[in-house]
């Protein structure tokens, strides 16, 4: 029992820390430091930290960062914007460069100047992790229990990486090689989907609400592993601001942009930003403004107007743009004149964004009682309102807009 106990303890203190890198450092100063200094220092409303997952590759001569986050960390719930390390970015020099360089060229502190500059809001604080620290406090946490959908392989890695699918107890190296792997597929959002997984998975294991103590001495250990300009009173702030935190209260998003390919001489692969998609994710993650942003957007397509691979066309421009497409089809008939944007939920701002984003205002917007003739013939085709805000009928006056 007294082991069982310490396990979950040790579960509960990395679930409120880790991935978000308030996998907290503190010296070993005791209760005392804690109620003396601590219970009298101010927190601001929110604390912005960038999170760095730094690699290693043996022989190289620098370090990039593998992983970049920004923790917006607030009352009772956290918002994590995810930098692809490809991102193109301009570094105080005026040269642009990929983002993950900057950790190689100028260690945590450029790191932190680059990303501040980025996203035009300041980042104060910084917690870094290599690979061996991950593993070690995955494993301090007793590890995490993942399901994973199906096998991840690639012998290209060192070392070579090969997850069974299925329920499983991973320990630290097998989290650092689900966290790793990258599909050609998916790219960086599947990397990010599983770094998602993982946090959650965590959160949902914890134990029971710990002492203070607890917290101290798992904080205490953790300094072993990272590395942090955050002071100890701020650490010990954030992590009992953290501690009732649930999967529910984490946001988690990926700063949007374009994959481009040149040449070697011209910087290779590499992801230039949307500047304005990014402007409205930092805008709602970071400055905490009422913004609606397309990814929250679920459209259903219905080619209304008979034309092969209308709704197709238009519904790889609106995941473009950045919309969460659910469903592709066809509509009960294909004699529609006009087109409409059938509102779902009634959330005006979604409406409008769907709107002036990328139909640039071509459709008609009405409610489901509007159309409730059309709205039978959907449900008879298997096609309802359920799980979208939004339901898209092409007809024969709609134009692609260019």
């Known amino acids: 029992m007294i082991r069982r106990r310490q396990n979950e303890q040790r579960r509960r203190a990395l679930s409120i820390a880790f991935l978000l890198g308030i996998s907290i450092a503190v010296s070993a100063t005791g209760y005392w430091w804690y109620k003396s200094r601590v219970e009298s220092s101010p927190l601001a409303e929110r604390v912005h930290i960038l999170i760095l997952g730094v690699d290693y590759v043996p022989g190289a001569t620098a370090r990039r960062s593998d992983t970049i986050f920004v923790a917006s960390i607030g009352e009772g719930e956290v918002r994590v914007l995810s930098i692809p390390r490809d991102t193109h970015v301009k570094f105080p020099d005026g040269r642009v460069e990929k983002v993950n360089a900057a950790y190689a060229f100028g260690g945590a502190e450029l790191a932190r100047t680059v990303i501040s500059n980025f996203l035009g809001v300041e980042i104060k604080h910084y917690i870094v992790i290599d690979y061996d620290g991950f593993e070690k406090l995955i494993d301090l946490a007793g590890g995490v229990t993942l399901t994973v959908e199906k096998p991840l392989k690639d012998e290209k890695t060192k070392p070579p990486i090969d997850i069974p699918a299925g329920t499983q107890k991973f320990n630290g190296k097998m989290a650092l090689a689900y966290v790793r792997y990258r599909d050609p597929v998916t790219g960086d959002l599947g990397r990010l989907q599983r770094q998602r997984q993982l946090l959650e998975a965590l959160l949902r294991q914890r134990a029971p609400t710990q002492s203070l103590h607890d917290l101290q001495q798992f ?78 957007v679920r459209i259903k397509v219905l080619n209304g107007a008979g034309v092969t691979g209308l709704a197709r066309r238009v519904s790889e421009l609106l995941r473009n743009e ?32 769907l709107r002036e984003r990328s139909l640039r205002s071509l459709l008609k917007v009405v409610k489901p009682e509007e159309l409730s003739a059309t709205m039978k013939g959907l449900a008879a085709k298997g096609v309802t309102g359920d799980g979208a805000d939004a339901i898209i009928i092409l007809g024969q006056d709609f134009k692609i807009p260019e």
């Open 219 to 296: 904080v205490t250990t953790a300094q072993r592993y990272i590395e942090t300009n955050l002071a100890p009173v701020l650490l010990y702030r954030i992590a009992q601001r953290l501690q009732n935190l649930r999967p529910e209260h984490v946001q988690i998003k990926q700063i949007p942009g374009e994959s481009v390919c040149k040449s070697a001489k011209e910087g290779g692969c590499y992801i230039e930003p949307d500047p304005v998609r990014t402007a409205q994710l930092v805008n709602k993650m970071l400055r905490g403004m009422d913004i609606v942003t397309a990814d929250e």
């Open 322 to 353: 950045g919309f969460s497409v659910v469903h592709v089809g066809n509509a009960d008939r294909f004699d529609y004149t006009q087109s409409y944007i059938i509102d779902i939920t009634g959330n005006p701002k979604k409406i409008e964004l």
